[in-house]
């Protein structure tokens, strides 16, 4: 198996928040009927995190479960897994309407991380960041500027942005920009 290639080679910046290209990461983007318990277990069973709720995001490490849609999870595995974890998952859910894919190589991840997170975020999309509106754990599938982006928090201080490959030298931009020390807001900030 030949070494995966980050889009940007591992990126970062530092300004108002440190932004860093992160991954590679396993990424299976499973369709299907999330209510059967036959769905729910095979996820829960490959990542060992439970199911999540409405715009959750269960995560430990490089494992995880996303909810991006009444019928569609983001499968998180490491790289490495995925391929085999897509094996497991469609041998195991053989029989049912299901959809699975490993997405790995088509995403660009992000990690954003300190204080003013939610307002370097908030300057690129169209979603309430507030700790009361968008806690740990819970995920938003929205738009930064016109790049169609998944984000998760995994605590106060630290989301992860995923989006198409094609567009990570955007997205990177987007987000340093953002995170320039100019460009303090300071609506979040303490």
């Not at 983007?29 to 715009?55: E, N, S």
């Not at 003013?116 to 300057?123: N, S, T």
């Not at 987007?174 to 460009?183: F, G």
């Amino acid at each position: 198996m030949s070494d995966p290639v980050l889009p940007l080679g591992g990126v970062r910046f530092e300004g108002l928040v440190d932004v860093r290209e992160t991954g590679p990461q396993g990424m299976i983007t499973l369709r299907g009927d999330l209510a059967d318990g036959d769905v729910q277990a095979a996820v829960t069973d490959l990542t060992g995190v439970a199911m999540p709720d409405l715009r959750g995001a269960n995560t430990e490490g490089d494992t995880g479960l996303l909810w991006m849609s009444p019928d569609e999870l983001l499968v998180l595995v490491p790289y490495r897994q995925a391929a085999q974890a897509v094996t497991r998952l469609s041998e195991g859910l053989e029989g049912h309407h299901v959809l699975v894919v490993n997405v790995s190589d088509a995403r660009a991840l992000f990690q954003l991380r300190g204080t003013q997170v939610r307002d370097v975020l908030a300057k690129l999309a169209p979603v309430d960041f507030a700790p009361e509106a968008f806690a740990a754990g819970e995920l938003r599938r929205t738009r930064l500027a016109q790049a169609a982006a998944g984000i998760w928090m995994s605590d106060d201080t630290t989301a992860h942005v995923f989006c198409f490959r094609s567009m990570a030298t955007y997205m990177y931009g987007l987000l340093c920009t953002a995170a320039d020390p100019n460009a303090r807001v300071g609506f979040h900030a303490k």
